[in-house]
């Protein structure tokens, strides 16, 4: 509390003008206001925590009970969380979901199925050449098709797939001062996934998401989302992942493998809900706000 108000910060990215962003801080405004917690939106532009001489100083990480971090900024969301504000989610569960290839290994040695994947080598000059044994190397992990990803990256844009060994050195040439990696692709999912929707650890929506022109099935490629009741084993698998990465709220994408099983694709500590609340018809903002004001407040 702060001069006796119940108060919340919900930070968005400095820069991002995506309608999806603001709508989702409107809608846990909304949701947090009516649970009587004064809520400010601000975007994350204010230099709000800083190192000055020796110490970690913010100018807000007291205004507030709680901050709702819808960004990806990890410096930030590192020093507010040392400065004394709690995060939703917290800074760990947004750094290594943040990296695609820091969230498997995250994820390794847990039972939790995941498409075989190398990391890409890392190249400190744009003009070193590619040499034709890591090519090569590369071809010796995985048959074409073999899908490239940005280890940063979201709605699809980062995400490539190499049909020869022409186009894998075509995007090992592109990426290979980027943090990138090299995956199995999994041709039973193509143009289809599960977005699985959790709060608190425990699935609360889901959608299927289809693609008739593209392998990869995200919305904002022409993806079709639809109601979807996930299969028992890939409830289980999904409120696993979100207890081992501690996240209170994620979008995790889960490929349909072979007979259907459950492949884990990448899990989002931000993912967007406004699409899986049309589609669901459940209100994940409600959830959420609920469920940190049950933290925070213990009521
Ligand atoms: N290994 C794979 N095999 C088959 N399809 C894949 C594979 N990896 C990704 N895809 C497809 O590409 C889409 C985008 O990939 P991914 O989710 O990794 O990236 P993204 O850009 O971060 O997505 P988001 O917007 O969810 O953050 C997935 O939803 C899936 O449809
Ligand atoms: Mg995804």
């Known amino acids: 509390m702060v001069n006796g108000r ?17 709508s989702q801080a409107e809608r846990m405004k909304e949701e947090l206001l009516a649970l009587g917690v004064d809520t400010e939106i601000k975007r994350n532009d204010g230099f709000f925590a800083m190192i000055d001489k020796d110490k970690l100083r913010s100018n807000i990480a007291n205004e507030y009970d709680f901050c709702v971090y819808f960004d990806k900024d990890k410096y930030t969301s590192e020093m507010l969380e040392k400065a004394g504000l709690r995060l939703f989610n917290c800074h760990e569960a947004i750094r290594v979901c943040d990296d695609k290839m820091q969230t498997y ?10 498409p075989k994947t190398v990391s890409g080598l890392l190249c400190y000059h744009a003009d070193e050449p590619i040499r034709k044994e890591t090519v090569d190397r590369v071809e010796g992990l995985f048959a074409y098709p073999i899908v490239v990803k940005e280890c940063f990256g979201s709605q699809g844009k980062g995400v490539y797939l190499a049909r020869n060994r022409k186009e894998l050195l075509a995007l090992m040439e592109k990426l290979k001062c ?5 995956q199995e692709a999994v041709q039973t999912s193509f143009g289809k996934d599960v977005r699985v929707i959790l709060v608190g650890g425990k699935v609360v929506a889901c959608m299927l998401r289809q693609s008739q022109t593209d392998f990869r099935s995200n919305i904002e490629l022409g993806g079709e989302g639809s109601a979807y009741e996930p299969p028992f084993q890939m409830q289980l698998i ?11 709220y994620c979008g995790i994408d889960v490929l349909f493998g072979r007979g259907g099983t459950p492949i884990v694709c990448e899990v989002n500590s931000n993912a967007f809900f406004a699409g899986i609340e049309r589609v669901s018809g459940v209100n994940v903002a409600k959830a959420y706000a609920e469920h940190i004001y049950k933290k925070v407040y213990g009521e």
Do not use: R, T, V, W
């Open 6 to 22: 119940k108060k919340a910060l919900i930070l968005i990215n400095a820069y991002l003008q995506s309608e999806s962003q603001f």
């Open 105 to 114: 290994i995250a994820l390794s040695g847990k039972n939790i199925p995941m």
């Open 178 to 182: 980027k943090p990138h990696l090299f």
């Open 238 to 248: 999904c409120e696993q992942i979100a207890k081992e990465l501690d996240l209170d």
